[in-house]
Structures are given as structure tokens and as C-alpha cells.
């Protein structure tokens, strides 16, 4: 009957354009542009969703960078996002702590939800957002500060801290939980761009999780790194795991082996296979994937 299909058109509308709100005008659904000949194979869901993201579209003006991606996040899981550069790997991860904001020709369509809700909501702060979801960049990125105040900056912001010494407490705590304290607890006061590059993004992690994100995002947390900082920051990672979500990109298929428990492989914007890394390693669904991680491309 005409009006349950008109009442079920307006549904999928709300649901499906969520930002951004400001610009109307320029909203575009996935009906008209799907390509329904990208199916993900594998499994895109988890067990305990942390997060939920449905049908994302993200378009760099013309450039349709990530198209209708579906995939949950769940909670204390590792998940490596593969594929070869430029498939859209970056861009996908900043929509889930909504970093695609500051771009101005970047526009998002789709639904992506944390515990259930919609993180593109006109309520939901991006900044208080971004705390939940934390990001830690390529190149480490401490900013020109002592080690303290860094990893203070989150909690001070947010008003974390009622004293001092709470604000000491989650200090020494979330760099003792970033594996650094040892290393600086004499040294404080001393700038955080002092330190090597692997102690810097291990200042990252600390200041990530001064904040007690649900989620972390990594995006090639490695690149800068040598082979000894590397295996520390794998190391935490897998430690992190067991209190929060991580979502990582890397361009190491033997570190995505190494840290994540499910594997994700995009290719010019489509997600082609999710699942469990060891199957997808070892015995990949779609060709695309297979050539990829046989080295026949990336
Ligand atoms: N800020 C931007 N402005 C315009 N195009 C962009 C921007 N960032 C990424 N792109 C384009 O979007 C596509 C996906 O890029 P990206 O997400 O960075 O891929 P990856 O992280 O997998 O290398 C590429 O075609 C890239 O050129
Ligand atoms: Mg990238």
C-alpha cells in the first residue's frame, strides 16, 4: 500500500544521511550511488559490537573514497585495516571519531553508531567524541610540552581531575599503562619532543588514554618507527586490547598478523573481506585479497 512504502522511504532516508547536518543542500543518499556489485565477503559483524558502522559513503568532492562500507567494531578487539594506499583505509578510520569534519570537501553519509549511538548526532560533541575515541597518528605528535602536561592535556580539558594529585594519579597511571613510566618518571617536567620516536608515540598512547577512550584508533602507529620501538608498541597493543577496541591501519601485513584477532581488506574504497586473520591470511575468500596478500599487488 502507497503509504507503508512512503512511511519506509522516510526510515531509510533518516537513517542513512547523518552529516553533515550543516549542509543540506548537498546530502546525497546511497541509492544514488550504489554499486551493488561490491559485496563484502566474510563476516562484517562481531560478537560484541562496540561499534557499528552502516553503509559509509565518504566523498572528497568528486572522489568517492569509501563506498557503502558496513562493519562493527567490537569491544577488546584488535582489527587491522589492510590494502594497498589510497584504498581509503585512513579516511574510514577518521569517520569513526568523525576527524573527517575538519576536511571541508569531505562529506559522509551512512550510520555509525558507539554503544548504540549515533556518533554524527547534532547532540553528540565531536571534541567529547573524540576523547571516546581516540586517535594516535603515523608521526608521533606530542605537543610542545613536558612530558606531564601532555599526557595532563585530555584530562584537564575534560575536567577529569578534582585535584592534583587525582590529576598525578591518571599521569603516572596512563603512562604506566602506555609502558613509558619507567622510562620518564624522573623526568617529568622535560618536553615530550625530547624523547625518541618510540617513546614519543608511547607519550601518544598515554595521553589517548589519559581520557579512558572505549575505542583506539591507529593509523601506521609503526611507520616511524625501528624494528625495537615497533615490537614495544605491538606489545601494547596487544595489552591495550584487553580494555579497549583498537581499530589499526598497517601497511605490515606480518604486524596485522601479529596484533589483530580480525583482519578487514579494502580496495578502492570497497571493503572486499572481512574475517578472522588467520583465515583471511591463510585461506582468503575473494581473489582481490588473495593477490593482495601474495604480494601479486599493493
Ligand atoms: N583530504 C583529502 N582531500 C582529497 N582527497 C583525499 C583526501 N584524503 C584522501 N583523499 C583521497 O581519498 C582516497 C583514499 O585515501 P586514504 O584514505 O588516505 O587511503 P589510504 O589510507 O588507504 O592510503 C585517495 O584517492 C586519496 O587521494
Ligand atoms: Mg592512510
Known amino acids: 500500500m502507497a503509504m507503508t512504502e512512503i512511511s519506509t522511504f522516510d526510515d531509510q532516508q533518516a537513517e542513512i544521511v547523518t552529516a553533515p547536518r550543516d ?25 560484541n559490537p562496540r561499534m557499528i558502522a552502516s ?46 569534519d575538519s576536511i571541508d570537501v569531505a562529506r559522509v553519509t551512512g550510520d555509525i553508531s558507539l554503544d548504540g549511538q549515533n556518533i554524527y548526532s547534532k547532540e553528540l560533541d565531536p571534541v567529547a567524541l573524540r576523547a571516546r575515541v581516540g586517535m594516535v597518528f603515523q608521526k608521533p605528535n606530542p605537543f610542545p610540552k613536558s612530558i606531564y602536561d601532555n599526557v595532563a592535556y585530555g584530562p584537564r580539558i575534560h ?82 586490547s584487553s580494555k579497549y577496541a583498537i581499530v589499526i591501519v598497517t601497511h605490515s601485513m606480518q604486524q596485522a598478523a601479529r596484533v589483530s584477532q580480525r583482519v578487514a581488506y579494502f580496495h578502492l574504497g570497497d571493503l572486499i573481506e572481512v574475517d ?16 593482495y596478500i601474495t604480494g601479486r599487488f599493493g
Open 23 to 47: 549542509q543540506p543542500d548537498t546530502e546525497v543518499t546511497k541509492h544514488e550511488f550504489a554499486e551493488p556489485d561490491a559485496k563484502t565477503v566474510g563476516d562484517v559483524r562481531s560478537k
Open 55 to 100: 553503509d559509509v559513503n565518504v566523498w572528497y568532492g568528486d572522489i568517492h573514497a569509501i563506498k557503502n562500507v558496513t562493519l562493527e567494531i567490537g569491544s577488546n578487539e584488535v582489527i587491522a585495516l589492510i590494502g594497498p594506499s589510497g584504498c581509503g583505509k585512513s579516511t574510514f578510520l577518521r569517520c569513526l571519531n568523525r576527524m573527517n
Open 159 to 240: 575536567g577529569l581531575a578534582a585535584n592534583r594529585a587525582e590529576l598525578d594519579d591518571i599521569v603516572h597511571r596512563s603512562l604506566d599503562r602506555a609502558g613509558l613510566l619507567k622510562e620518564v618518571r624522573d623526568r617529568l617536567d622535560e618536553p615530550g619532543t625530547g624523547l625518541s620516536g618510540g617513546q614519543q608515540q608511547r607519550l601518544c598512547i598515554a595521553r589517548t588514554i589519559a581520557v579512558n577512550p572505549e575505542v583506539i584508533l591507529m593509523d601506521e602507529p609503526c611507520s616511524a618507527l625501528d624494528p625495537i620501538a615497533t615490537a614495544r608498541i605491538e606489545d601494547l597493543i596487544d595489552e591495550l
Open 276 to 291: 578472522e586473520t588467520d583465515r583471511v591470511f591463510t585461506n582468503p575468500r575473494h581473489k582481490l585479497t588473495e593477490d
